[in-house]
C-alpha cells in the first residue's frame, strides 16, 4: 500500500545540541536536519542548518528568513571583544534580533535560534524564539 504523507500545522525541523563529555573535557553534541520545504512548491533536503559564527560558536536555526538573522548574530559576534560571560552572549545575539526586527524579512513568530558555545571553556546552549522580543532558555 502507498505511504501516507502527514501534513504538519507549522513548520518541523530538528535541531539538537547537547552538552556532554568527553575524557573529561566538555563538549557540545549538535544535530540537524537538512529538509526545507516551501508549501505547495516543492522541497530540498540539501539546506544547512548549522552554522559557525565565530569565536567558537554555532548556531542552529529553523524558519524562512533565518540565514538574515543568521548574519546579523554573526556581525554582533564578530564585532564583540569574546565572551567572558553568558550575559554578553546573550546581549549580542538580542542586539542582532532587534535589528532583524527591524528588517522587511522580518515576519512574527518567523524563527528560531539555538546558539552553541563556550564562555570560558564552559559549554553554553541558549534558545532563541524570534516572536517580537528574543527570549532566552538555558
Not at 51 to 66: K, N, V
Amino acid at each position: 500500500p502507498p505511504l501516507k504523507h502527514a501534513r504538519y500545522p507549522s513548520q518541523v525541523t530538528v535541531c539538537i545540541a547537547a552538552i556532554c563529555q568527553d575524557h573529561g573535557a566538555p563538549r557540545i553534541l549538535l544535530c540537524s536536519d537538512s529538509r526545507m520545504s516551501s508549501g505547495n512548491y516543492g522541497s530540498t533536503d540539501f539546506i544547512m542548518k548549522i552554522h559557525p559564527l565565530g569565536r567558537r560558536w554555532i548556531a542552529q536555526a529553523s524558519g524562512r528568513p533565518s540565514s538574515e538573522l543568521i548574519e546579523r548574530v554573526k556581525e554582533w559576534f564578530k564585532a564583540s571583544g569574546g565572551f567572558g560571560a553568558v550575559h554578553a552572549v546573550v546581549s549580542s545575539v538580542n542586539a542582532a534580533v532587534r535589528e532583524f526586527e527591524e528588517s522587511p524579512l522580518y515576519e512574527k513568530n518567523c524563527c528560531e535560534l539555538l546558539i552553541s558555545g563556550f564562555v570560558l571553556e564552559k559549554p553554553v546552549v541558549g534558545q532563541f524564539e524570534i516572536r517580537k522580543r528574543a527570549s532566552r532558555r538555558a
